[in-house]
């Protein structure tokens, strides 16, 4: 059971970078999934999440109308858009995943206490 993150790098203020998550060894299909940061000397904190069947996101109020979380099922794949990135936004950035069901959608969390499975992390750095 495996998560690896990538996309991430350095950005100017405003760019765009799009974030994966592929699994292998499992089927997301059935997985909430959650996207978390981390800063240097923060707590890691929740970003963005899509529910087990992908009828519900979540966001963060600092990336809303910036993110944009999404799930390709024939990929095993969860990708986060990030547009308009401002510094604020550096951190090293997770993806987790927990099962739920494959025939019921609920409702996702941020909580990073929910997730089972956690990737390695990607760095994401926003500078001019």
């Known amino acids: 059971v495996q998560l690896v993150e990538s996309g991430g790098g350095l950005v100017q203020p405003g760019g765009s970078l799009r974030l994966s998550c592929v699994a292998s060894?499992?089927?997301?299909?059935?997985?909430?999934v959650g996207w978390f940061r981390q800063a240097p000397g923060k707590e890691r904190v929740g970003v963005s999440c899509?529910?087990?069947?992908?009828?519900?996101?979540l966001y963060a109020d600092s990336v809303k109308g910036r993110f944009t979380i999404s799930r390709d099922s024939g990929k095993n794949t969860v990708y986060l858009q990030m547009n308009n990135l401002k510094p604020e936004d550096t951190a090293v950035y997770y993806c987790?995943?927990?099962?739920?069901?494959?025939?019921?959608?609920?409702?996702?969390?941020?909580?990073?206490?929910?997730?089972?499975?956690w990737g390695q992390g990607t760095q994401v750095t926003v500078s001019s």
């Open positions: 060894g499992f089927t997301l299909d059935g997985h909430g």
């Open positions: 987790a995943a927990t099962p739920r069901s494959t025939t019921i959608d609920i409702w996702p969390t941020l909580q990073p206490y929910e997730y089972d499975y």
């Open positions: 899509i529910s087990n069947l992908g009828g519900s996101t």
